[in-house]
């Protein structure tokens, strides 16, 4: 078998992270298929957030390499990694991250006009496809938790992006609405062949996916 990294899709390669002397992780490795959908499950404050951001490359690690379509993340300058993002990265954050002085709208059309393509029928599409019909001039002061969650969705999932990170995306939905969200982030997936990483603690979200990967301090395990 060969220990080349895969060519397409996302690969992480003994990745290491502390905070000054504390080791948040270590020896992490994982490969996720474009078209694939992994799940990482961990207690609370074993670095399931911090794995996200490495693999966004928002986040610095101390050993290891993270690949996504050949192209290593650990080798690109700051504005490198930005365009990046920009092209290939739809990242749901578990505190949404929502521009509070853009309408809902602008909040979601925000990845598509950082690549200069307007497309306000696709916001509309984005909108209604979250159950957000009508919001889109509202601000986000005047939207629920669980509403403000959904427009992070749309955003993630506007552009059509390569690699889907999301951080809890159903952590403030009720049951039918976090299956229907569900059912959005493993389209782009199944559909468009997008690699889909999706931190939870919901197993009802997790057994969507086609592995489990558990998170602890020494390493990643399949279950
Ligand atoms: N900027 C920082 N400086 C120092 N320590 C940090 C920093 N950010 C996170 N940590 C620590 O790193 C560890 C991992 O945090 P992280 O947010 O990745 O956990 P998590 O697995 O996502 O937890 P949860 O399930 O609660 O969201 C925690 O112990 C946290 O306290
Ligand atoms: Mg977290």
Same mark, same amino acid.
């Given at each position: 078998?060969?220990?080349?990294?895969?060519?397409?899709?996302?690969?992480?390669?003994?990745?290491?992270?502390?905070?000054?002397?504390?080791?948040?992780?270590?020896?992490?490795?994982? /490969?996720?298929?474009?078209?694939?959908?992994? #799940?990482? !499950? =961990?207690?609370? @404050?074993? *670095?399931?957030?911090?794995?996200?951001?490495?693999?966004?490359?928002?986040?610095?690690?101390?050993?290891?390499?993270?690949?996504?379509?050949?192209?290593?993340?650990?080798?690109?300058?700051?504005?490198?990694?930005?365009?990046?993002?920009?092209?290939?990265?739809?990242?749901?954050?578990?505190?949404?991250?929502?521009?509070?002085?853009?309408?809902?709208?602008?909040?979601?059309?925000?990845?598509?006009?950082?690549?200069?393509?307007?497309? /306000?029928?696709?916001?509309?599409?984005?909108? #209604?496809? !979250? =159950?957000?019909? @009508?919001? *889109?001039?509202?601000?986000?002061?005047?939207?629920?938790?669980?509403?403000?969650?959904?427009?992070?969705?749309?955003?993630?999932?506007?552009?059509?992006?390569?690699?889907?990170?999301?951080?809890?995306?159903?952590?403030?939905?009720?049951?039918?609405?976090?299956?229907?969200?569900?059912?959005?982030?493993?389209?782009?997936?199944?559909?468009?062949?997008?690699?889909?990483?999706?931190?939870?603690?919901?197993?009802?979200?997790?057994?969507?996916?086609?592995?489990?990967?558990?998170?602890? #301090?020494?390493?990643?395990?399949? @279950?």
């Amino acid at each position: 078998m060969s220990s080349a990294p895969t060519r397409q899709g996302l690969s992480v390669r003994s990745l290491a992270k502390h905070y000054g002397e504390t080791a948040v992780f270590s020896n992490v490795s994982l /490969d996720v298929a474009p078209g694939e959908f992994i #799940a990482i !499950v =961990g207690e609370s @404050g074993v *670095g399931k957030s911090t794995l996200l951001n490495c693999m966004a490359a928002l986040d610095h690690w101390d050993d290891g390499t993270i690949t996504h379509e050949g192209v290593e993340l650990g080798a690109l300058d700051g504005e490198q990694r930005a365009i990046w993002r920009r092209l290939k990265v739809g990242f749901v954050f578990q505190a949404f991250h929502v521009l509070p002085h853009l309408d809902v709208a602008q909040n979601i059309a925000l990845p598509l006009m950082l690549q200069g393509k307007r497309d /306000d029928a696709r916001v509309a599409r984005m909108l #209604a496809a !979250v =159950g957000l019909a @009508g919001t *889109g001039e509202r601000l986000p002061q005047q939207l629920s938790g669980g509403q403000l969650q959904r427009v992070a969705i749309a955003r993630a999932l506007v552009h059509r992006p390569a690699l889907l990170l999301a951080d809890e995306p159903t952590g403030n939905l009720d049951p039918a609405t976090a299956a229907k969200v569900m059912e959005l982030l493993t389209l782009q997936t199944r559909e468009h062949g997008a690699s889909l990483v999706l931190v939870t603690h919901s197993e009802a979200a997790a057994a969507r996916a086609d592995r489990v990967l558990h998170l602890r #301090a020494d390493g990643i395990a399949q @279950g």
